[in-house]
């Protein structure tokens, strides 16, 4: 009996060896150890041996039955290794490839206009500044000497956060606050631009999103006029769009300056474009920063960026910048 136990344990583990594929190991395993297994069948026939003899098989036939499923459990080991490493290849994601050529992707567009943009300015002296996208009433508002009840603070206008008192925290409607955090954190003279992305609760159509980018820029230094804001933009302009570009300003209003005016660009063809606002830092946001009016003045302007970016590339539709397709960001 012995010598049969050896012959279906070597028999057995033979087939072990043999199994390449998972699932044929497991229903070998019910041919191998199961209750109708060879093994087994040895087990009920050690009934008709006497004592002396049934201890000896006994432990012939459990070593037997750990080594067949100690091999088992190797071999599952080993054959689940192989499947997932199997599935692991197939699954393979390359992050790091880089090819070369246009495939190679690029910065989005207005990535690129912003980062354009700050080289401009810093090549012009100016330090690179940024702040909160979701803002509290004070910067976004009253420091920069909003009234009360003025309609751009309305629930059309502003998406308001669900965090402390109501209406108190929001997300920033323009770049400007970035104004006063700037103005609150260090003494003149300040000489900043702003980048940064703007919500306003308005609907989308291909002019206007309710998610776009401003850049704001802010000088406040003993003696600085109205003139030294119209030179500026038009220094900028010319260093950012080209030498036949030029700039005007229209009179309009903002609370945060006194005077304000819009401005916009003329391109080599004489026709305009409508970019942005600015103004005097008026005298009430200064003294809100802690800045005196008395001893220091300012100007600021703000444009959009997203717009820019478009017309730069011919983008009809400004919600296509926002678009994941690349059939159109590979165009670019
Ligand atoms: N914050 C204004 C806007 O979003 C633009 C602006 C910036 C006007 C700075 C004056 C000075 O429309």
Redesign the pocket.
Known sequence: MIEEISRIEAEALRRVDEVAAIDDLRLLESDLVGKRSPLAEVKRAMGRLDEGQRAAVGRRLNAAQRAVSDRLSARRAELEAVVLLGRLEAERLDLTEVRSGRDAGHLHLVTQVIEELEDTFVGLGFTVAEGPEVEDDWHNFTALNFAEHHPARDMQDTFFVDLGRPREVLLR????PV?VRVMEKRPPPIYSVMPGR?YRNEATDATHLAVFH?L?CLVVDRGITFGHLAGTIDMFTKAFFGEGFSSRLRPSY?P??EP?AEFDIQRPDGSWLEL????MVHPNVLANCGIDPEEWSGF????GLDRLAATRHGVGDLRELMSTDVRILSQF
């Open positions: 409607t323009h770049t400007s104004q703007v401003q704001e903002f945060f300056t304000s942005g606002g600015s103004g600021a302007f703000g444009f």
